[in-house]
């Protein structure tokens, strides 16, 4: 109860003056009821992705609008992170605008060489 009483302050904090937070929940992998119950309890929002880059990442909104629950997985699938973001939109969701100039160099390279 003491993390879903950060989450409601949190969340109370972004919606009055705009102030994010973050919650580590890596200490709850040693409590997988207490884990399941906050999980419950949050429920599932609308959205959820799923992020591939150096590993999988979930990322879920809960029930509560700007209340994240995202989880980290290595490369053989085992969680090793887990996290609330309490924020409009998760870091992890934000693309790179310093990647664009790459990225249209790559797919004008394509777009030459006929691949689609």
Same mark, same amino acid.
């Given at each position: 109860?003491?993390?879903?009483? *950060? ?5 109370? #904090? $972004?919606?009055?003056?705009?102030? %994010?937070?973050? =919650?580590? !929940? #890596?200490? !709850?992998?040693?409590?997988? &009821?207490?884990?399941?119950?906050? %999980? ?12 591939? +880059? ?6 879920? *909104? %809960? ?5 994240? $629950? =995202? ?16 924020? &409009?939109?998760?870091? =992890? !969701?934000? +693309? &790179? ?9 790559? $797919? ?9």
């Amino acid at each position: 109860m003491a993390i879903f009483s *950060e989450v409601k302050t949190s969340a109370l #904090r $972004l919606a009055e003056q705009g102030i %994010t937070h973050s =919650i580590d !929940l #890596r200490f !709850l992998q040693s409590m997988p &009821d207490e884990r399941a119950a906050l %999980t419950a309890l949050l429920g599932r929002g609308e959205v959820s992705a799923e992020v591939n +880059s150096i590993g999988r990442s979930q990322v879920q *909104e %809960t029930a509560i609008a700007c209340v994240w $629950l =995202i989880r980290h997985f290595n490369s053989e699938a085992e969680m090793v992170g887990e996290l609330i973001e309490i924020t &409009d939109i998760p870091e =992890i !969701l934000v +693309s &790179d605008r310093q990647a664009v100039a790459h990225c249209l160099k790559v $797919l004008n390279a394509s777009a030459l060489h006929g691949i689609n």
